[in-house]
């Protein structure tokens, strides 16, 4: 098969303990999954259906790359997240079944432009230019769950110049991993490659240029960026 022009290289994570790597499908992304982060954004925090948003596979940034502080926005936020891996997808998958398509879990940041996602919520416009934009998903190695198992409790924290910013637990989600899949599968058509962001805790606020991020989520790992 002949092209137009020359493809873009697939988008990949590295996996811990292994040469392989980890081809991205889709990225989905779980919005106000903690109680807290619901309310310090101004929603009501009573368990509601879960909503999503996508970013694309190549906002990701694999460990190592800095995070360049983004144009047209003056007040960019971290928030820490977990990522799910899937290696197994379909519709209408039963919550009791959700588990069985888990390859493995991440470190991530959802990186916002919350003034541009400000605006678009007042006109009622898609927030893509808010959270899509270039190299606004910093991720770690994803470590295989057959190795740590599924974490259901666990510290959320994120760090900023070693000042402590958010914090929570695994177990504060309002949606749990397996109902956060099985939800979601009856939206789209899940794929072995998609990568779920599961929410994030309280504490959001800015970073500015120099700043650097620590992010962790017990039993899974630790995520550093630099913001350039």
Known sequence: ????????????????????????????????????????????????????????????????????????????????????????????????????????????????RRDLQGQMKKLGRPWEIGKAFEMSAPCGEIVPASDIGHPENGAVWLKVNGELRQEGDLNQMLWKVPEMISYLSGLFTLVPGDIIMSGTPAGVGPVVRGDVMHGHVEGVGDLVVNVV
């Open 1 to 112: 098969m002949s092209y137009v022009f020359t493809p873009p290289p697939a988008v990949s994570l590295p996996v811990r303990g292994q040469d392989d790597r980890f081809p991205v499908h889709r990225v989905y992304c779980v919005g106000r999954n903690y109680a807290e982060h619901a309310i310090e954004m101004g929603h009501d925090p009573d368990k509601e259906p879960p909503f999503f948003f996508q970013k694309n596979p190549d906002n990701l940034i694999v460990p190592d790359l800095k995070f360049p502080y983004p144009p047209q926005s003056n007040d960019v936020h971290h928030e820490i997240e977990m990522v799910v891996a899937l290696k197994k997808g379909g519709t209408d998958i039963p919550v009791e079944d959700a588990l069985e398509c888990v390859y493995g879990y991440a470190v991530s940041l959802d990186m916002t």
